[in-house]
């Protein structure tokens, strides 16, 4: 059974830092695209970016630089560091795959505030 699990989120002032970690069972990260997603309040999902099974690290045009995902394929875990948080990233983060065809976690909630 595949599932993904996120921690990591809480509530930041604007410019601030939140480090997101997606621990997957069920499945290798290693041999499979697992992306991160964002989803804010009355909004619809939007992919965040990913890894390919090749290791290459991609990101949606709205993340600017400020964030940074990474995989440890020994943990089999996602990680998404977000730094210069502002209030238009407040939602809720998940990791899953690129086909969206597993079960979704409860995902962390990231709130930006000041």
């Known amino acids: 059974q595949v599932q993904f699990v996120e921690v990591g989120g809480g509530l930041v002032q604007p410019g601030g830092s939140l480090r997101l970690y997606c621990t997957v069972s069920?499945?290798?990260?290693?041999?499979?695209?697992i992306a991160w997603y964002r989803q804010a309040p009355g909004k619809q999902r939007d992919r965040v970016g990913g890894?390919?099974?090749?290791?290459?690290?991609y990101y949606s045009d709205f993340v600017e630089g400020r964030f940074t995902i990474s995989r440890s394929n020994v943990k089999n875990t996602m990680f998404l560091q977000l730094d210069n948080l502002q209030p238009d990233d407040t939602g809720v983060y998940f990791c899953n795959g690129v086909t969206e065809t597993w079960p979704w976690g409860q995902g962390a909630w990231v709130s930006v505030s000041s």
């Open positions: 890894v390919r099974v090749n290791g290459e690290i």
């Open positions: 069920g499945l290798s990260v290693k041999d499979n695209e």
